[in-house]
T-cell receptor, first 117, second 113 residues
Framework: SQTIHQWPATLVQPVGSPLSLECTVEGTSNPNLYWYRQAAGRGLQLLFY??????ISSEVPQNLSASRPQDRQFILSSKKLLLSDSGFYLC????????????????FGPGTRLTVL | RKEVEQDPGPFNVPEGATVAFNCTYS??????FFWYRQDCRKEPKLLMSVYSSGNEDGRFTAQLNRASQYISLLIRDSKLSDSATYLC??????????????FGKGTKLSVIP
C-alpha cells in the first residue's frame, strides 16, 4: 500500500531563516506531487505541483520554492522566511493519470506545522 | 464569487441526528467532486467521491447537481466520532496533465452527547 511521509512534524523558525520541508511517498511510481498551505482560518492553498522529476509548477508567486530531485521526493524550501509563511504545510500525491489506474484523488501526508516568529 | 463556497458552521447536533452540508462551486467545467474530512490539527482525509448519480457509503450520502453547481453531504445517525471539519473539494484537470484541487474552507460539525 502507498504511504506518504512528511518531516518535521512541527517547526518553529525565526523570521529571515531558511526552510526545508521534505515529503516522500512509498508504494507508487511516478506520482503527481503537491504542496499545499493551510493558514489559520483559511482553506487549503495549492503552492506547487510536480508531474515528474525536475518538473515544478508554481501556483502562487512568493518566497517559497520547490524541488523534486527523485521520483518520490518533494522538497519545499525558502531562503528567508516571513511571518506570513506560518501555517500548516501539507504534501499530497495522486496517481499519474497516464498510468494504468486513472484517478484524480489526492492523498495527504500528516503535515508540518510551521510557526515563524 | 468564491470558487468553492461552504457554510462554515459550526453545526452543533445531538447524537443520532441527521445533518446536511451544502457546497456550491463556480466553475462549470469542473469534472470531479469530493468530500474530505479534517480532524483538528490533522491532514484532510478522503471521505467520499461524489458521482453524478449520487452515492452512498453507510451513513453518508453525497449528491451532485451539475446544473445548479451544487454538492451536498448528508450524515445520518450522527456519532460523536463524526465531529470534524468537512471540506468540499472540486477537482479540475490542468494543462500539465495533473489535477488541481480547489478546497472550500470547510464546515465544522460538532456532535454532542
Amino acid at each position: 500500500s502507498q504511504t506518504i511521509h512528511q518531516w518535521p512534524a512541527t517547526l518553529v523558525q525565526p523570521v529571515g531563516s531558511p526552510l526545508s520541508l521534505e515529503c516522500t511517498v512509498e508504494g507508487t511510481s511516478n506520482p503527481n506531487l503537491y504542496w499545499y498551505r493551510q493558514a489559520a482560518g483559511r482553506g487549503l492553498q495549492l503552492l506547487f505541483y510536480s508531474v515528474g522529476i525536475g518538473q515544478i509548477s508554481s501556483e502562487v508567486p512568493q518566497n517559497l520554492s520547490a524541488s523534486r530531485p527523485q521520483d518520490r521526493q518533494f522538497i519545499l524550501s525558502s531562503k528567508k522566511l516571513l511571518l506570513s509563511d506560518s501555517g500548516f504545510y501539507l504534501c499530497a500525491w495522486s496517481v499519474d493519470p497516464r498510468g494504468a489506474m486513472i484517478t484524480d484523488t489526492q492523498y495527504f501526508g500528516p503535515g508540518t506545522r510551521l510557526t515563524v516568529l | 464569487r468564491k470558487e468553492v463556497e461552504q457554510d462554515p458552521g459550526p453545526f452543533n447536533v445531538p447524537e443520532g441526528a441527521t445533518v446536511a452540508f451544502n457546497c456550491t462551486y463556480s466553475n462549470s467545467a469542473s469534472q470531479s467532486f469530493f468530500w474530505y474530512r479534517q480532524d483538528c490539527r490533522k491532514e484532510p482525509k478522503l471521505l467520499m467521491s461524489v458521482y453524478s448519480s449520487g452515492n452512498e457509503d453507510g451513513r453518508f450520502t453525497a449528491q451532485l447537481n451539475r446544473a445548479s453547481q451544487y454538492i451536498s453531504l448528508l450524515i445520518r445517525d450522527s456519532k460523536l466520532s463524526d465531529s470534524a471539519t468537512y471540506l468540499c473539494v472540486v477537482n479540475m484537470r490542468s494543462g500539465a496533465g495533473s489535477y488541481q484541487l480547489t478546497f472550500g474552507k470547510g464546515t465544522k460539525l460538532s456532535v454532542i452527547p
